[in-house]
């Protein structure tokens, strides 16, 4: 439906989304790992780091030798690993794209909790309305969904660019395309959907997201932010809420613009 590309949001808070460079070098690099060491090793970490709901649950029992981890920890893992290089890129794409101004709103550590946070949400979900599933479920799009959430709820307004149905460029407010996104990932839940996504997993993300963002954002954080909506931190600049007290205004200084920018899963 809409991929996208690049947001016009600038930073406020942070100079760097280190936490957001880290998740996605971290998520290749798990992706990279697998994919050399062999299948029989890609099939390994899968059913011992997926979140499995009928060994979680205790329905069932994991083979001796895939058992690497507690059972609980599958909540957290089994978001770095990824089926394919279109599973990741298109995950890791959302997370460059919106992750950062999430971050920024959030400030680092909190981030970091939330993003988590939302894979656990994503888990706990999908194991809620599949508990005695034996299918793994792999990939950061519980997160990520989360991450799409917290973007829409803080800054609908923000101009982003997207590719429309894989091909056609648009600047348009973000709350179209992730509106348009959230209603898809609910519908495709409801109706069943593809078997090979776990659409359930999406919305709780979704449902984990929009609630902690409100909680985790930093202290007069707006919500619904218009476009630029307030001053960029400069490099080198700690950012202060005081007047102005000089008498000649300071040179004009260029704000940066940080890089950023399928559907996960």
């Known amino acids: ?111 970091l909790i939330f993003y988590l946070l939302c894979a656990i949400g994503g888990a706990f979900f999908q194991g809620l309305v599949a508990w005695d599933s034996q299918v793994p479920l792999i990939g950061a799009s519980g997160a990520i969904a989360g991450v799409v959430a917290a973007y829409l709820i803080l800054y609908p307004r923000v101009k982003v660019w997207v590719l429309a149905f894989a091909r056609i460029p648009l600047r348009i407010p973000a709350f179209i395309p992730l509106i348009l996104w959230i209603i898809f990932q609910i519908v495709m839940f409801a109706a069943g959907g593809e078997d090979q996504v776990s659409w359930a997993c999406h919305v709780g993300g979704i449902i984990a997201g929009a609630v902690l963002v409100l909680i985790l954002r930093r202290r007069g954080v707006p919500l619904l932010a218009a476009a630029d909506e307030g001053p960029a931190l400069v490099p080198g600049q700690t950012p202060v809420s005081a007047e102005p007290v000089a008498s000649e205004p300071p040179a004009a200084q260029p704000a940066p613009r940080w890089g950023r920018a399928s559907a996960p899963d």
């Open 1 to 111: 439906m809409f991929i996208p590309l690049y947001d016009t949001n600038k930073l406020r808070h942070i100079r760097l989304q280190y936490v957001t460079i880290g998740l996605i070098a971290l998520n290749t690099l798990i992706y990279l790992a697998t994919v050399l060491a062999g299948e029989n090793f890609a099939n390994a970490a899968v059913l011992g780091l997926g979140f499995i709901p009928s060994v979680v649950h205790d329905k069932v029992e994991l083979a001796p030798q895939f058992v690497v981890i507690p059972e609980s920890l599958s909540y957290v893992t089994y978001s770095f690993l990824h089926a394919d290089i279109f599973h990741l890129g298109g995950n890791m794409l959302f997370l460059w794209v919106f992750g950062d101004n999430v971050e920024d709103a959030l400030g680092h550590i909190r981030y």
